[in-house]
Each structure stands twice: as C-alpha cells, then as structure tokens.
C-alpha cells in the first residue's frame, strides 16, 4: 500500500533544511567534510551560550511538571518588560505566548487566523518558514518586494499595490533574514498606516533585534502605533545562543477589541500542545535581566562582526559577486551576476558547489525571491575557516558555468 503526504503540503518548501541538506548529509555519511553554512545556529560554530544555562539541572523538580497553556508567569512578566522598554504599550501578559521556539508560534498564529484562499503579505526574500507556514494554514503567501537597490528596504508602493480584500495581515521581519537589513522608522511607519488603512494585522518578525551592528537602532514595530494590532515574535535563540533551547514568544498588542474571536483560538492551539519547554521558559527571566548578551561580539574587534567585515570584503572581491552589507543578524545575500557568470539556476548552482567545494549555502529562491541570482552566507564559522570558504567559492566561480 502506498502511503502518500497529505495534499496539504503542496506546495509547502523549507529549503534552508531540504534536498541540498540531505545531500550534504549523505556526503559527510561518506566521510566527506562539509563546512555547513545554511543554518543560523551560533553554538555549533563555537559560541558559547550563557553561564546561567548551566543552572537548569537545579530547576529540575520546579520545571518537571506542564506550565500554563500561555507559559509561564515569571517567564511571561519578563517579556513584557522587555518588550515595553522597546515602547510597546499596554502589553497584557494573558496575551503573551511561549513557544517552542519562533517557528512554532508563527505556524499556530497562522492557523488560528486563515480560512482557505486569505492572503497574507510576505516579504521577498523571506524567512521561508513564514510562506510554508501559509500556505499549510490554507492561506497564500503575496510576496511583496524588498529593494537590494534602497539597502533591501520593503517597497511600500509595491505592498499598497497588492493589498486586495482577501488580504488579512502583512508580515515584516526586522532585522531581516536573509538579508540583515535594519528598517528605518519612515518604513515601518508605512507599513502601519497601510496597516491601518486596509485593517490588517501584522506580524513582526523580530528575533534579531538584539544583533545590531554600525550604530544601527531596532525600532519595534508595535511601538509606533499603540491602537494597531501586532503581534511581536522573539525568542533567545539568536542574541543568547540557545537555538536548541526552542525559547521563543509572541506578544499581541493593540486595540484588541476585535481579536476575542482570534485570541480564543490562538488559547485553543496553544492548550492543545499543552505548553511550550518548561525549562526553555525557567531561563527566559534571567536572559531578558541580560538583553546584550552578544554584545561584546557585534563590535569593531568582536567576532560576530570580524566575520561580518571578512565576508562582505571577501564575496565583493569575487568576480560576478556582489552584496550589500549586512547591518543585524548572522546572514547576508549575495547577488550573482548571472549574464557574466552564465548561471540561469540558482539551487543547481549551490547543488554543483557543495559536490564540487563541500561548501553548503541555501539559494536564493529558496527565500522565495523572484530570480536565480542570490544565495544566503552565513558568517558565523570562524575567520580561517569564512577565508577558506570564499577560496574555494572564488576557485569555483572561476571555471563553472551552466550555459
């Protein structure tokens, strides 16, 4: 008998950990090294996450049994102070969510909120999790476009231009992944009038916010607005390292007065998963007491921004490269020129280096964006190694090409 998928997951991609990934898997399964910079994970490059971490083993008999449906109340008080001093106001700690992770809580946020066919505005390039997440909602992800030439900032008239009465929420993600753009305040400013305009919810993707870099200021986009319903995601993966900690949460804010229906459903999803990790939320408190945590390493002499520095000068130094430099997070977008290069396929292009080089980046329509010419960097290996990495990417580009 043959066992087929559901036909809810047509459609559905996550390039970042597809057949690229299983590929490199299979290779390094033959002994074959592969330096992996696909994925944003801090610890498996060497940093070390905070010292407090260690004390959860003597939390064990406080965190063994399920918390609240919505999280913890020390953990849940901790977040909304922390969000309150980035000017969001009112915050409400019953409409604060933990989550096993961001990841969890945008697919159940989505759920809670799409019938089939309700469009959700989407950035182009996105954070794929957020289109995959859609479309298993029912819903479709319009992806409107970020301007590489305006520092990879949203083009407003191109989201006013798709907004159409199907349209429910518009997603923003700031800093943003891939690209590591910091929006400005005009920008988001825009966004929530339109926002406001066309009565929509939105969704700000904030898991960055504390990696800036050059003097740049994360602005939350719920605190420009306190009458506009936004619900802020974030979480201690990043800025503290804890990826495999799964410590993420959602703050919804704004005139809610016409979000019980929805809030009622985002407390159903939530109670049917009984609660997030309970040792995940114990940290959350201590963590946010320590917001800058990386500090130290986003900094001229920092290693986060060394590598930054090492990365940007290295990819523009390669013939037919080119990049804007990233201002937050861990990633950047190359842009291929794909007339001089003579690449006409993005994912074959990754799929040739890492048979070739044993190099594993993600292409660049797996962040949904429109044309074969970017691939995602992650910059989080050490010098030596990002050195070694644009060598042998550089020795690449030199001979490959596809037409």
């Given at each position: 008998m043959e066992i087929k998928r559901s036909n809810k997951l047509h459609d559905v991609r996550y390039d970042i950990r597809g057949p690229i990934t299983t590929l490199a898997i299979q290779m390094e399964q033959q002994g074959i090294p592969v330096i992996k910079l696909n994925t944003g994970n801090p610890a498996a490059f060497g940093f070390e996450p905070p010292h407090y971490a260690n004390s959860l083993d003597t939390q064990l008999q406080l965190t063994a049994a399920y918390s609240d449906a919505k999280g913890l109340i020390e953990a849940r008080e901790a977040i909304a102070a922390y969000e309150s001093s980035k000017g969001i106001r009112n915050i409400d700690i019953e409409n604060i969510f933990t989550g096993n992770g961001v990841s969890e809580l945008i697919t159940m946020s989505l759920q809670a909120l799409l019938d089939n066919g309700d469009e959700v505005l989407v950035p182009s390039p996105d954070y794929p999790l957020w289109t995959a997440a859609i479309r298993l909602a029912g819903g479709t992800a319009v992806h409107y476009i970020c301007d590489e030439s305006a520092h990879w900032f949203p083009d407003i008239a191109d989201i006013r231009r798709k907004i159409t009465s199907r349209t429910k929420a518009i997603v923003v993600i700031n800093p943003n992944n891939p690209t590591g753009a910091v929006y400005p305040k005009d920008i988001l400013e825009s966004i929530c009038a339109l926002a406001q305009q066309h009565n929509l919810l939105i969704f700000s993707d904030e898991i960055y916010d504390r990696l800036l870099m050059d003097d740049s200021k994360h602005i939350a986009t719920a605190s420009l607005d306190p009458d506009l319903p936004v619900i802020t995601m974030n979480g201690l993966s990043k800025s503290h390292?804890?990826?495999?900690?799964?410590?993420?949460?959602?703050?919804?804010?704004?005139?809610?007065?016409?979000a019980g229906n929805y809030l009622d459903g985002l407390t159903i999803l939530a109670s049917m998963r009984l609660c997030s990790n309970v040792n995940a939320q114990a940290i959350i408190p201590e963590a946010l007491a320590d917001p800058h945590f990386a500090r130290n390493t986003l900094v001229p002499g920092g290693r986060l921004y060394e590598q930054r520095e090492q990365a940007y000068a290295g990819l523009n130094n390669i013939p037919g490269l080119s990049v804007v430099k990233s201002k937050a997070?861990?990633?950047?977008?190359?842009?291929?020129?794909?007339?001089?290069?003579?690449?006409?396929?993005?994912?074959?292009?990754?799929?040739?280096?890492?048979?070739?080089?044993h190099v594993l980046f993600t292409h660049g329509s797996g962040y949904n964006w429109h044309a074969p010419d970017h691939f995602r960097v992650v910059y989080l290996p050490e010098k030596e190694v990002l050195a070694n990495v644009i060598e042998r990417l550089a020795d690449f580009l030199s001979s490959y090409r596809q037409y």
């Open positions: 390292q804890l990826c495999g900690f799964r410590a993420g949460w959602m703050v919804i804010s704004g005139d809610l007065s016409q997070g861990l990633y950047m977008f190359p842009k291929i020129d794909t007339h001089m290069l003579r690449i006409n396929d993005d994912e074959r292009f990754v799929l040739d280096l890492l048979r070739e080089k």
